[in-house]
């Protein structure tokens, strides 16, 4: 035996088959993400409540499980990090807003559920834009999370804090939420895996919804094999959620598995006309072209496939998201949880509550959505939207005649400086212009890294989509790609990221 | 298309139930309008002929039997409230002096 093994590093499948073997237990490696998160987590911020003595509590009771010889599901006692969009009974659930600022839910969601049935230590709730409206975190109202890569720079987001976790190595797995790319963007942009699963694919459940019709809960690992993994533990029907897909959960794993054989001969990969050139980084492109070489290599076909629709994409998802998200955020009406700014009147309350309790992009889209809706503008703004939405879905099927896959860079550029675009909404907005078409039609779409841009050291994200229901193709091409980039750099893009200082 | 004025913000903040202070609106009533602006492009191919799309993935409704099954308890519903009476939200008075 030589020095003890920093099991933060290992990757989740790694630490299961650990456990498994005798090697180490699940509150040794409980601890040791405890340990990681109070040694980082005062830099990074990725978390908003650390729930040691519960995660210590699943893992005590794994470890005595498995020495009693019960059978255990596959990710039993491997921790995960939990979007605070999740409500979590005994934890409490903010969605990033003051405005449930300590409240506890009454019940778990479907998704929490799961990961307690598979007994799988929750580590903590992890920062995120208010009610995940946001790209970067900024938007929290408990302040921004930031890159392990570059402290100065942002996560991503909505799901920054989910993707900081994964990145400075506090967490192999964590949840996170996509409405417009909050699982795919903050991916891209610290060098770790996200995926949004086809809508309705994983139930919605218990978490607090931002835009219903776009909103999709997903998995954050720093592999395709561990986001595989913990994808099948969050999908499947629920009737908790009508909006729920009744069929099978795509086999994730096993397409992993397969796309590791490293053979793709009669795979066809649709580049994306639009979803390059003009606004895109060059480190972005050069990247992204070495993927699809890489792609090519393994006996991938590529061809170019045109989506004009998706130059409207970003106008009228900036119409349905507010609508829907005024409808889901009246719910915050100072009654039953939250803050309470108490007026005179029942009204008045809920003007002073809402005033102090929501940050300005929640405002900015509350009122955007009010004005969408309303009588005489309906027409000619959500209306609109919802047939813009349309042509994209046909966009996509025509598309998916000519390619099994799509693939783009998941964002136009590496992760910009804190600050730099907060009060530039529409520049914000931009960060998602590669991810937002998928969420329009509800296909499945994954990100995972592909490389370093040369000119500022920083991560770059590979998007790859695929039809409706069809999930387990990400995982046999991402697999495919990522085996063939983990053989050029020896190992995970997210080791190449420079060393956090650690608190005494 | 026409811009949000001053006091179009001033009254759909009314209506979402947010106060606002004139600062707030000078603001957010500059940004919201650029919004406005950049999405009102939906219009140039939204066409008669297009149909709309609600929802991603067609599904039709959704029905189970109808039985009572186990939910909240009264106590947990009010639990996160901020002020609870006799097993009820309590509420600020409803209607104003003027009412």
């Given at each position: 035996?030589?020095?003890?093994?920093?099991?933060?590093?290992?990757?989740?499948?790694?630490?299961?088959?650990?456990?498994?073997?005798?090697?180490?237990?699940?509150?040794?490696?409980?601890?040791?993400?405890?340990?990681?998160?109070?040694?980082?987590?005062?830099?990074?911020?990725?978390?908003l409540h650390?729930?040691?003595?519960?995660?210590?509590?699943?893992?005590?009771?794994?470890?005595?499980?498995?020495?009693?010889?019960?059978?255990?599901?596959?990710?039993?006692?491997?921790?995960?990090?939990?979007?605070d969009v999740l409500v979590t009974q005994g934890m409490p659930t903010t969605a990033g807003s003051r405005i449930l600022e300590g409240w506890e839910p009454p019940y778990d969601a479907t998704v929490t559920r799961?990961?307690r049935?598979?007994?799988?230590?929750?580590?903590?709730k992890?920062?995120?834009?208010e009610f995940?409206?946001?790209?970067?975190?900024?938007?929290?109202g408990?302040?921004?999370?930031?890159?392990?890569?570059?402290?100065?720079?942002?996560?991503?987001?909505?799901?920054?804090?989910?993707?900081?976790?994964?990145?400075?190595?506090?967490?192999?797995?964590?949840?996170?939420?996509?409405?417009?790319?909050?699982?795919?963007?903050?991916?891209?942009?610290?060098?770790?895996?996200?995926?949004?699963?086809?809508?309705?694919?994983?139930s919605r459940y218990g978490a607090i919804a931002l835009?219903s019709?776009?909103d999709?809960?997903?998995?954050?690992?720093?592999?395709?094999?561990?986001?595989?993994?913990?994808?099948?533990?969050?999908?499947?029907?629920d009737p908790m959620d009508a909006?729920?897909?009744?069929?099978?959960?795509?086999?994730?794993?096993?397409?992993?598995?397969?796309?590791?054989?490293?053979?793709?001969?009669?795979?066809?990969?649709?580049?994306?006309?639009?979803?390059?050139?003009?606004?895109?980084?060059?480190?972005?492109?050069?990247?992204?072209?070495?993927?699809?070489?890489?792609?090519?290599?393994?006996?991938?076909?590529?061809?170019?496939?045109?989506?004009?629709?998706?130059?409207?994409?970003?106008?009228?998802?900036?119409?349905?998201?507010?609508?829907e998200a005024s409808s889901n955020l009246a719910k915050f009406d100072s009654v039953r949880f939250g803050l309470r700014v108490e007026k005179s009147t029942v009204e008045k309350t809920m003007g002073a509550t809402r005033a102090e309790g929501f940050g300005?992009?929640v405002k900015?889209?509350i009122?955007?959505g009010t004005?969408?809706l309303?009588?005489?503008?309906?027409?000619?703004?959500?209306?609109?939207?919802?047939?813009?939405?349309?042509?994209?879905?046909?966009?996509?099927?025509?598309?998916?005649?000519?390619?099994?896959?799509?693939?783009?860079?998941?964002?136009?550029?590496?992760?910009?400086?804190?600050?730099?675009?907060?009060?530039?909404?529409?520049?914000?907005?931009?960060?998602?212009?590669?991810?937002?078409?998928?969420?329009?039609?509800?296909?499945?779409?994954?990100?995972?890294?592909?490389?370093?841009?040369?000119?500022?050291?920083?991560?770059?994200?590979?998007?790859?989509?695929?039809?409706?229901?069809?999930?387990?193709?990400?995982?046999?091409?991402?697999?495919?790609?990522?085996?063939?980039?983990?053989?050029?750099?020896?190992?995970?893009?997210?080791?190449?990221?420079?060393?956090?200082?650690?608190?005494? | 298309?026409?811009?949000?004025?001053?006091?179009?913000?001033?009254?759909?903040a009314a209506l979402a139930r947010i106060d606002m202070?004139?600062?707030?609106?000078?603001?957010?009533?500059?940004?919201?309008?650029?919004?406005?602006?950049?999405?009102?492009?939906?219009?140039?191919?939204?066409?008669?002929?297009?149909?709309?799309?609600?929802?991603?993935?067609?599904?039709?409704?959704v029905h189970r039997p109808d039985e009572v099954r186990p939910s909240l308890s009264q106590d947990a519903a009010l639990s996160g409230a901020p002020e609870a009476e006799d097993g009820r939200f309590r509420v600020p008075q409803i209607l104003g002096e003027e009412a």
């Amino acid at each position: 035996m030589g020095a003890a093994r920093d099991w933060t590093r290992a990757t989740a499948a790694q630490m299961a088959a650990a456990m498994k073997a005798g090697e180490v237990t699940s509150v040794e490696l409980t601890q040791a993400h405890l340990d990681r998160i109070a040694a980082v987590d005062g830099d990074v911020h990725a978390f908003l409540h650390v729930n040691a003595e519960g995660a210590l509590a699943t893992a005590r009771e794994v470890d005595e499980a498995r020495a009693a010889g019960e059978e255990l599901p596959p990710l039993a006692g491997v921790p995960i990090a939990v979007k605070d969009v999740l409500v979590t009974q005994g934890m409490p659930t903010t969605a990033g807003s003051r405005i449930l600022e300590g409240w506890e839910p009454p019940y778990d969601a479907t998704v929490t559920r799961k990961i307690r049935e598979n007994r799988m230590p929750i580590l903590g709730k992890t920062n995120m834009d208010e009610f995940a409206m946001g790209s970067s975190t900024e938007h929290s109202g408990y302040g921004p999370t930031r890159n392990p890569w570059d402290l100065e720079r942002i996560p991503g987001g909505s799901g920054g804090g989910s993707s900081a976790s994964l990145a400075a190595w506090e967490a192999p797995l964590a949840i996170g939420s996509d409405t417009g790319g909050s699982i795919r963007q903050p991916a891209s942009v610290t060098g770790t895996v996200g995926v949004k699963p086809t809508y309705g694919g994983v139930s919605r459940y218990g978490a607090i919804a931002l835009a219903s019709s776009l909103d999709q809960l997903g998995p954050c690992a720093r592999t395709v094999e561990d986001a595989a993994y913990l994808h099948e533990v969050m999908g499947g029907h629920d009737p908790m959620d009508a909006t729920s897909l009744d069929e099978p959960v795509p086999s994730c794993v096993d397409a992993a598995r397969q796309g590791r054989e490293g053979d793709l001969a009669g795979v066809r990969v649709g580049v994306i006309k639009e979803l390059s050139g003009d606004g895109y980084q060059a480190g972005v492109e050069q990247r992204f072209e070495e993927g699809l070489e890489k792609l090519k290599a393994l006996g991938a076909e590529v061809v170019e496939v045109s989506c004009p629709s998706f130059d409207y994409a970003l106008a009228a998802y900036y119409l349905i998201l507010p609508s829907e998200a005024s409808s889901n955020l009246a719910k915050f009406d100072s009654v039953r949880f939250g803050l309470r700014v108490e007026k005179s009147t029942v009204e008045k309350t809920m003007g002073a509550t809402r005033a102090e309790g929501f940050g300005d992009e929640v405002k900015r889209r509350i009122i955007l959505g009010t004005y969408a809706l309303s009588a005489g503008y309906y027409d000619a703004y959500y209306g609109s939207a919802q047939k813009v939405r349309t042509l994209i879905q046909r966009d996509f099927a025509a598309a998916f005649e000519q390619a099994d896959v799509l693939v783009s860079p998941t964002t136009p550029t590496t992760p910009f400086k804190i600050g730099e675009r907060i009060d530039d909404p529409l520049a914000m907005y931009l960060n998602d212009v590669a991810t937002i078409p998928a969420n329009l039609a509800g296909i499945p779409g994954m990100s995972l890294p592909s490389g370093i841009a040369p000119e500022d050291g920083l991560p770059v994200g590979f998007q790859i989509l695929a039809p409706a229901h069809e999930d387990a193709r990400l995982y046999r091409i991402g697999a495919a790609l990522e085996k063939a980039l983990h053989d050029d750099w020896g190992g995970a893009l997210a080791a190449q990221a420079p060393e956090l200082e650690v608190a005494p | 298309m026409s811009s949000l004025e001053r006091a179009d913000v001033a009254r759909l903040a009314a209506l979402a139930r947010i106060d606002m202070t004139d600062e707030d609106l000078d603001r957010l009533g500059g940004q919201l309008n650029a919004i406005v602006d950049s999405v009102a492009k939906v219009q140039e191919v939204a066409g008669e002929d297009v149909p709309a799309t609600s929802h991603p993935i067609p599904m039709s409704n959704v029905h189970r039997p109808d039985e009572v099954r186990p939910s909240l308890s009264q106590d947990a519903a009010l639990s996160g409230a901020p002020e609870a009476e006799d097993g009820r939200f309590r509420v600020p008075q409803i209607l104003g002096e003027e009412a």
